[in-house]
């Protein structure tokens, strides 16, 4: 076997690995905020199948296997089966670009823990974010229901405004980082106060906000807002395809916290670990985990805020998103500036 | 062609693979019933009113419009904000100008109006 | 394998492009025009231009379409409205069609040996990537980047005088404003 076919190889390998535990972390990251909300509101949760409720999951993924499938009638069967693809795909797909830890090296070969790490890394991600709207419009589209569509168009209006100031805030970081590259991005921020949180306090706020409202998470969940749209852009799903739509959007939540995680908490880094520097295996599993810690703690502070704070009216969603977070996006291109020049 | 390119190739298959894979399940497993109303347009326990004829309002258009404008913005921004340490004080004028024209944009439509909802 | 991906990708383009002017749900051929953009952006990459690439995603596939999608939401436009089933119509759209695709073809017969000396053939390493694309931006090509600020600026304006929430005051007879003229006639005969 020559050393093109073992990368490829090795490079199927890792994208299986990484996507298979996204699923995991999905199916976890709905029993813990299942579990957590109990908890909040002082009651039990789901808690009998299997010990602690831990086998709730699998009840959950399995209910959804032997649900019937169906188009409605006066849906478009076309747009209506593809749009549970079009919203789950570029949820995955944005792991392509992250770091997840340093090289690991094993004998004479050398693995990135990192599916691709292209030259235009950040704007990968950009593109792909880009990409979610269509999910939803497709969706609301296919369906042919007034409730679909309604909650379509309002929930693909708050992405793309919410976009532009996501944009816009990582223009700050790509300044003072000087680069594109995932990975050199990460290896900047060695040390604690290397991190870019406390460089770019402002856009880091910005970035926050806005991955709350392209990952639909409350209080920016007005794409499903149940009580006045039913479901939104999903009312007329059912089975595994409503099951794509909420796996999608809990994979997009971990991705978005893994992406915030790399860009602006230091990724894999954290003081005193380069202390393993010498022996390559424990120093890539310490980056994993690290990285693990991290991505789990930015998601309990998803599901915290869901229980804690109230959904937002439409009109104030768009003032906040055109009127605060644009502005704000633009003084912080400006600040960075000015504090890099001088 | 760059290996970059083949393995995020991959990952686009593996996903859509995956994606298939989890839609083909309740095809051979689910139930399969002939309920009545299962297959009408979902409305909240009444017969079925307002249909889908209806028009938007033409305020997402400006939204769209505004947002292509930044979008377009945002990518000038990229390249500029990797040289900007080497471009330094005259690329920070340059790209004062570019901001503030389009800045003026936005307060325009703020102060007409457009971005209010009510 | 790069003449292979090269074949695909404009294989793709090509049916999704046809599936653009034959669909017959205008909706169905916006999402098509989707599909042509991102295979464009995959040849983009092919040639190295990756910024360009990610850009196409970004603002074509990202942007642009959204505004497309988002008209044919607010018109509604039906299967029935969007097509015109005239025949002479549809005769003169096949000329019109058919003689720019006689010109694209003679364009690609007759490049000879011009084309293979076009400028910029034998590129750079990382030529198209994002630091040699602002670099080039920022110095020759300053003008038409500043200028362009300008031609967005005309953009939001225009998008804001054809959407205007609230008419302006014109020194027009109130019978002639848009829009109000079914008020305008209730007002009278309430007054009779």
Redesign the interface.
Known sequence: MNQTTLTLLIDAGKIAVILGCTMGAVAYTTFAERRFAAFMQNRIGPNRAGPWGLLQPLADGFKFMFKEDFVPEFADRFLYRLAPIVAFVPALLLVGVLPFGPDLVIGSQVIPLQIADPNFGVLYFLAIASFGVYGVIMAGWGSNNKYSIAGGLRASAMMISYEVSMGLAVVGLIMMAGTVHMSTIVGQQDGFFGWFIWKQPLGFLIFVVTTFAETHRVPFDLPEAEQELVGGYNTEYGSMQLGLFQMGEYAHLITASALMVALYLGGWQFPGLNLLENSPILYALAGLTVMAVKVFFIIFVFIWVRWTIPRFRYDQLMRLGWKVLLPLALLNILVTALVILI | MSHDLIVLGLLVLFSLALGALLLAIPRLLGARSSQKGLLDIFECGVPLRDGTQRRMQVRFYLIAIIFIVFDVEAVFLFPWAVLFRRLGMFGFIEMLFFIAVLALGLVYVWRKGGLEWD | ??TA?FFIMAAIAITAGGMVILNK?P??SA?SL?VVMLALAILY??L?A??L???Q???Y????M??F???L????V?VEGAFSSRMYKRAVAGLVGALMGVVLIAAVLMRGSRMQQLPGMDVAG?FG???P???L??TKY?LP??L???L??V???G??LT????WPKLKLPPELWPGTADEASTETGEEN
């Open positions: 394998m790069e991906l749900n909706v169905k999402f989707i990459m092919q190295s990756t910024f690439s990610m850009i995603i970004m603002v596939a990202g942007a642009v959204v505004l999608l988002f008209v939401f607010i018109l509604n039906g990382d990537h994002i630091k694309v602002g670099e931006l920022f300053l980047f500043e362009l600020s300008i967005l600026l953009a939001i304006i998008a804001m959407t205007r929430p609230k």
